[in-house]
């Protein structure tokens, strides 16, 4: 406890000094503007140590970390599937614009992926291999073998999805 003392007191000594210059120093217009700014900034100096020691608020911001968690596991939300799961999406966005990007610079054409279903399991040598791959328009032989050959999809789990 005379720890707690011992630095308000000092941090109030070093206000007060700071409070004397500016009353001399600062125009009669501010000081109300000052003198409510000091006022903050003295409950603020008076209350963090204070707030600081006290093992019942540390206690029960303890607590509720633990209440919050708790509810996460009950509902089935773990940080690590979430990570997870954001990984892989940002993957199959990668991989689709890859796609995409190598078939309108090796045959021109534009295409859509409609959808694309690949392995998620990251701990599996297989992860991120295409399993199959829908897209938009009507078939072409040369996106077939783009996709076949550079990402090493079967011919037969690349679809393509008439326009509507």
């Known amino acids: 406890m005379q720890e707690v003392l011992n630095e308000i007191s000092l941090s109030l000594f070093y206000i007060v000094i700071i409070a004397i210059l500016i009353e001399n120093l600062v125009n009669e217009r501010y000081r109300k503007y000052i003198n409510v700014f000091l006022g903050l900034i003295v409950s603020m100096v008076l209350i963090a ?25 009950q509902q089935g939300i773990y940080s690590q599937d979430i990570y997870r799961e954001a990984l892989v999406q940002e993957y199959k966005s990668k991989l689709q614009d890859e796609i995409k990007d190598d ?26 291999k295409i399993n199959e791959i829908k897209i938009e328009g009507e078939y072409d032989g040369k996106v077939v073998e783009i996709i076949s050959n550079k990402y090493h999809v079967r011919k037969d789990k690349i679809y393509f999805q008439k326009l509507r």
């Open 103 to 128: 078939v309108s610079s090796t045959c021109g054409k534009e295409i859509q992926i409609v959808e694309m279903n690949i392995y998620e399991n990251m701990d599996s040598p297989d992860f991120g």
């Open 49 to 73: 140590p204070i707030v600081q020691k006290s093992d019942f608020l540390k206690f029960e911001f303890q607590k509720s970390l633990q209440r919050i968690e708790s509810e996460f596991n």
